[in-house]
């Protein structure tokens, strides 16, 4: 438990600034598989942009055919702001309590003013899966609030759950665990995905046009790994960091009764 920050961060951080645009900072998350990046001018830290505030930007859109594409708009205008850094040489389980008190997913770290790493809930995740064996049970951790939605649910509702906090599982009209969204795959997902051709009625007669659909069904990601409650979290952990997930489905038998993900792995760091 004595491990640093430096031990864990990620040194080759990723930044953009203020005037670069939100499709700039979605394909290079796209691009490097990471979900937050460093918002500086010159040498200095002055925001954070994450792909929660990507699916913020998409849930203020309108209805699915008015979308307009947000990659235009700036980062400026959806990073936080003076974001809490922490130093290399502080604890692990110290900016683990940061995090879990603050509620963000990741800390830049920084060294006599200047940037020098990262360090995100996928870190602390590698800190846990390796050092907290047999500390929690995963039922110890795992929540039992999740939003259950059907698969033909539209991106724009998907996109508001998410940006409120909630995890969000795909259920079928049987009640069958069909998949899980993300934060990431809200943000990320792609925009040439399906297309439905809908009739209109104009003066010469009834017209076809092509509407793009966008609903849950399409951009979830169904996490084949199913987790006990009674099993050590760090297995959990462990699972996390090989598939690149950031939650998991809990089951008692055939039945779901929970999700554990990064942030309760963080908080049981900063509870040990």
Same mark, same amino acid.
């Given at each position: 438990?004595?491990a640093?920050v430096?031990?864990?961060?990620?040194?080759?951080?990723?930044?953009?600034?203020?005037?670069?645009?939100l499709?700039?900072?979605?394909?290079?998350?796209l691009e490097?598989k %990471?979900?937050? +990046?460093? /918002? =500086?001018?010159?040498?200095?830290? &002055? $925001?954070?942009i *994450?792909?929660t #505030? !990507?699916a913020?930007?998409l849930?203020?859109?309108?209805?699915?055919?008015?979308?307009?594409?947000?990659?235009?708009?700036?980062?400026?205008r959806f990073?936080?702001r003076?974001p809490?850094?922490i130093?290399?040489?502080?604890?692990?389980?110290?900016?683990?309590?940061?995090?879990s008190?603050?509620? %963000?997913?990741g +800390?830049p /770290? =920084?060294k006599?003013s200047?940037? &020098? $790493?990262i360090? *995100?809930?996928? #870190? !602390?995740?590698?800190?846990f899966?390796?050092?907290?064996?047999?500390?929690?049970?995963?039922?110890?951790?795992m929540d039992?609030?999740?939003?259950?939605?059907?698969?033909?649910?539209n991106l724009?509702?998907?996109?508001?759950l998410?940006a409120?906090?909630?995890?969000?599982?795909?259920v079928?009209?049987?009640?069958?665990?069909?998949?899980?969204?993300?934060?990431?795959?809200?943000a990320?997902w792609?925009?040439?995905l399906?297309?439905?051709?809908?009739?209109?009625?104009?003066r010469?007669?009834?017209?076809?046009?092509d509407?793009?659909?966008?609903?849950?069904?399409?951009?979830?990601?169904e996490?084949?790994?199913?987790?006990?409650p009674?099993?050590?979290?760090?297995?959990a952990?462990?699972y996390?960091?090989?598939?690149?997930?950031?939650?998991?489905?809990?089951?008692?038998?055939?039945?779901?009764?929970?999700?554990?993900?990064?942030?309760?792995?963080?908080?049981?760091?900063?509870?040990?």
């Amino acid at each position: 438990m004595m491990a640093k920050v430096k031990d864990y961060m990620t040194d080759r951080v990723v930044t953009v600034t203020p005037r670069d645009t939100l499709g700039r900072a979605r394909n290079l998350m796209l691009e490097r598989k %990471i979900r937050r +990046l460093v /918002v =500086v001018e010159g040498n200095n830290v &002055v $925001g954070i942009i *994450t792909a929660t #505030d !990507i699916a913020k930007a998409l849930a203020r859109r309108g209805a699915p055919w008015r979308w307009r594409n947000p990659e235009n708009s700036l980062i400026d205008r959806f990073m936080t702001r003076n974001p809490v850094t922490i130093g290399p040489d502080e604890l692990v389980r110290t900016a683990s309590k940061v995090m879990s008190e603050k509620g %963000i997913g990741g +800390l830049p /770290v =920084v060294k006599d003013s200047s940037l &020098v $790493g990262i360090l *995100t809930e996928t #870190d !602390i995740s590698r800190f846990f899966a390796e050092s907290m064996r047999g500390s929690y049970k995963i039922k110890d951790l795992m929540d039992e609030k999740y939003q259950v939605i059907p698969p033909n649910t539209n991106l724009k509702k998907v996109a508001k759950l998410i940006a409120n906090g909630s995890r969000v599982l795909i259920v079928g009209s049987e009640g069958n665990y069909l998949g899980m969204i993300t934060e990431g795959d809200i943000a990320l997902w792609e925009p040439n995905l399906a297309k439905k051709y809908v009739l209109i009625p104009s003066r010469t007669g009834r017209i076809s046009v092509d509407v793009r659909v966008k609903t849950a069904r399409h951009i979830m990601k169904e996490i084949e790994i199913r987790l006990n409650p009674e099993e050590d979290a760090a297995k959990a952990a462990r699972y996390m960091i090989e598939w690149g997930v950031s939650a998991i489905p809990v089951f008692d038998g055939d039945e779901l009764v929970g999700v554990v993900d990064k942030k309760a792995l963080v908080r049981g760091v900063a509870n040990a």
